[in-house]
């Protein structure tokens, strides 16, 4: 089975731009989970999609957004971007009971200059 | 709400010698426990899991992971060390009927195994 995907990998970008990530689950997994990890602050919880709808959410302001697609591929969106939101960001895909484990991708690097 | 303490930020060891990097959690109820670890430039890698049943749980790569309920802890360990295992590692938790996938990540552990 492949693994999560995360495309692109690297992204640079100025502030005020917005951006586009996208994370591919395992085959045949419903839920994707997208985190965000920096040195300051850790793995933080963005949010969480499953069959399309967004089933849970952390404590991050409404400039980051997402959605997930009949196919379960999932985008995670930020706009106005600022630097504090230099980060690596992962995306989990999680199969289902009893053992809900969750397959972290690559990560997508983001830096805001 | 949940939370969990890793309450060192390195871990030093001799290559051979057995290592402990340790976790403790807070949880509502019973706990699935996750250990994770982070090579450079690359995403989350499972290491092993505890749901229920017997408190010493094995996983990849040789490490295993012991969880005491009276302590609220799950300490990752191994009995020899590889320079290969240096890493940043995580502990992670959720509640067990939690109905979500969140996990609540510690704050990483770096292993650093010397030859």
């Known amino acids: 089975k492949a693994g999560v995907t995360q495309t692109p990998r690297y992204l640079i970008k100025t502030r005020g731009q917005q951006v586009t990530l996208s994370c591919s689950p395992i085959?045949?997994?419903?839920?994707v989970s997208w985190y965000q990890q920096t040195p300051g602050q850790g793995l933080q919880f963005l949010f969480e999609?499953?069959?399309?709808?967004?089933?849970n959410k952390g404590n991050f302001p409404g400039r980051f957004s997402g959605r997930q697609f009949s196919n379960s591929r999932s985008e995670m969106n930020v706009s106005t971007l600022e630097l504090g939101d230099s980060a690596l960001y992962l995306c989990?895909?999680?199969?289902?009971?009893?053992?809900?484990?969750?397959?972290f991708g690559p990560g997508t690097r983001l830096t805001v200059t | 709400a949940q939370s969990v303490a890793q309450p060192e930020d390195q871990v030093n060891v001799a290559e051979g010698n057995p290592l402990t990097v340790k976790c403790t959690y807070s949880?509502?109820?019973?706990?699935?426990l996750f250990w994770y670890v982070q090579y450079p430039n690359r995403g989350l890698q499972f290491l092993l899991k505890?749901?229920?049943?017997?408190?010493l749980v094995k996983g990849s790569y040789g490490f295993e992971a012991e969880f005491n309920k009276s302590q609220t802890s799950f300490h990752l360990k191994k009995p020899s060390a590889l320079v290969s295992d240096s890493a940043l590692y995580f502990c992670?938790?959720?509640?067990?009927?939690?109905?979500?996938?969140?996990?609540?990540f510690g704050k990483g552990t770096m292993l650093l195994v010397s030859p």
């Open positions: 085959s045949g997994h419903r839920s």
């Open positions: 992670a938790v959720r509640p067990l009927n939690s109905g979500y996938s969140t996990l609540t």
């Open positions: 989990a895909s999680m199969g289902g009971a009893p053992t809900y484990e969750q397959y």
């Open positions: 505890y749901i229920t049943g017997d408190n």
């Open positions: 949880v509502s109820g019973n706990p699935y």
């Open positions: 999609y499953f069959s399309e709808t967004q089933r």
